[in-house]
């Protein structure tokens, strides 16, 4: 039977797919850009500063990654209650997202105040890298509250079929960062808390004008906008396995930084460099992660499980795709690379050994993203928390390993990469069966 390539190359659903998962990818990489703008920036002010931002980050993006239920709790639930007919309770579900966002972001960032540094000393912080760690940490906590609003205000945009809007805000947001931090750095030559303070100008802004947005939305087919308790508690609710979830994969990521930060201070800078490039990608190939929620939600809102199936197995080939595009390129630019994040050369050195793991793992990841946004539009919550739970003991279990023999660094993300796979295999597995092909708004 000869070969149909045409078939292989198209797909009735890359159109679909596209027009969500490309404007995604903008949306998706706001606050691992930020980080990355910044990384670059202080990896030119000294060492210490950049060791001390891969504290202070990794503490950051713990917290935004355990509020990440806000923007994935809400996407796969919009599209079933719009394609059911319900949108004034799609609505009334985003806005409450907005009001949790905001609950959330005041609470995270008054435990941060206070508990701040100690978490800083426990993963590894100590002297000017301690210092330089609670600057940025302690200017950073005014922006949360406006960064988790803009992020469930994504999930209620997600959740519309609308990544364009996201977009937009993502792009004003990195590019006012970056500016402001020119401006204040190499214009005014401030230090690290300039940093810090540029990026909660760029994320109150975009926080600001997601509020007005969906509000502007709800209020246009009729939803309530005020604060409700059982609204909030419901989201919270039906989020606890994605948090369960999200909170194994980021504890594993803290983890390595922990590490890191004993084997020296090249070492966590290097690691801090190659790990801002990989939260940067894994973000870029979870775009189609999030057509993957809004498609999937849409399709099995409607009951049409053939079309849910189908798309989805487009989706794991693109982002397959995708990541070995990308794991190319990131191989032969790996050295002016590293270079562009740092001026000491054993940071650049090591760094440059880094990107190698990075740029292999890409493909694994590709399929790893994708079946998870899948399953989150799937609703499919409960087996992503066990799965997910599973590969950040076995993750704990070779990073003690590491810690126990003093091996270097390259173990480090040799024990990373084993982890994406622990993750790959029960999701493959879960995606062949049926039990994740649930038709209604549930």
Do not use: C
């Not at 309770?89 to 966002?101: D, F, V």
């Not at 090249?266 to 999030?290: F, K, R, Y």
């Not at 740092?342 to 993203?369: E, K, R």
């Amino acid at each position: 039977m000869p070969i149909n390539l045409r078939a292989k190359v198209r797909s009735p659903y890359d159109r679909e797919i596209a027009r969500l998962a490309i404007p995604a990818l903008g949306s998706l990489i706001a606050e691992p850009l930020y980080v990355l703008i910044d990384t670059a920036i202080v990896g030119n002010i000294g060492t210490n500063e950049l060791a001390g931002l891969a504290l202070a980050s990794t503490v950051l993006l713990t917290l935004h990654a355990a509020a990440i239920f806000l923007a994935y709790g809400t996407t796969g639930p919009v599209a079933r209650l719009i394609a059911g007919g319900q949108e004034v309770e799609a609505g009334n579900r985003s806005i409450q997202g907005l009001w949790l966002g905001l609950a959330v972001g005041l609470a995270g960032a008054a435990l941060l105040a206070v508990t701040g540094s100690p978490i800083l000393e426990f993963i590894g912080g100590e002297g000017e890298v301690l210092a330089a760690a609670r600057t940025y940490l302690l200017v950073s906590l005014p922006g949360l509250p406006f960064l988790l609003i803009a992020l469930a205000a994504n999930g209620s945009f997600h959740g519309r079929q609308d990544a364009k809007t996201p977009l937009v805000l993502a792009v004003i947001g990195a590019l006012g960062n970056l500016v402001i931090e020119l401006i204040l750095i190499n214009g005014l030559g401030y230090g690290i808390g300039a940093s810090a303070l540029s990026t909660v100008i760029a994320q109150t802004v975009v926080g600001v004008i997601s509020i007005v947005l969906v509000v502007r939305w709800a209020r246009a087919i009729g939803s309530s906008t005020a604060p409700d308790r059982r609204g909030m508690l419901s989201i919270l609710a039906t989020s606890k396995a994605l948090f369960v979830r999200t909170m194994s994969l980021r504890g594993s990521f803290t983890l390595s930084t922990a590490i890191a930060a004993r084997l020296g201070v090249a070492d966590v800078a290097a690691h801090q460099i190659a790990l801002g490039i990989w939260s940067t990608l894994a973000l870029a190939l979870d775009a189609v992660a999030i057509a993957g929620q809004a498609l999937t939600g849409k399709w099995l809102g409607v009951g049409d499980k053939v079309k849910a199936r189908a798309a989805t197995k487009r989706m794991i080939e693109v982002d397959v795709f995708v990541g070995v595009v990308v794991g190319a390129g990131i191989l032969l630019a790996r050295q002016p690379l590293s270079e562009l994040f740092s001026n000491d050369p054993a940071v650049v050195s090591i760094t440059a050994f880094l990107l190698v793991h990075l740029a292999l793992q890409q493909p694994l990841n590709g399929v790893v993203f994708a079946l998870d946004g899948i399953l989150i539009g799937a609703s499919d919550l409960n087996y992503l928390a066990v799965s997910m739970v599973g590969a950040g003991v076995l993750f704990a279990v070779m990073a003690g390993v590491i810690v126990a023999t003093g091996a270097g660094i390259g173990w480090l993300w040799g024990a990373i990469a084993v982890f994406m796979a622990s993750r790959a295999v029960p999701l493959v597995l879960r995606w062949r069966q049926d039990a994740w092909l649930v038709e209604g708004t549930r």
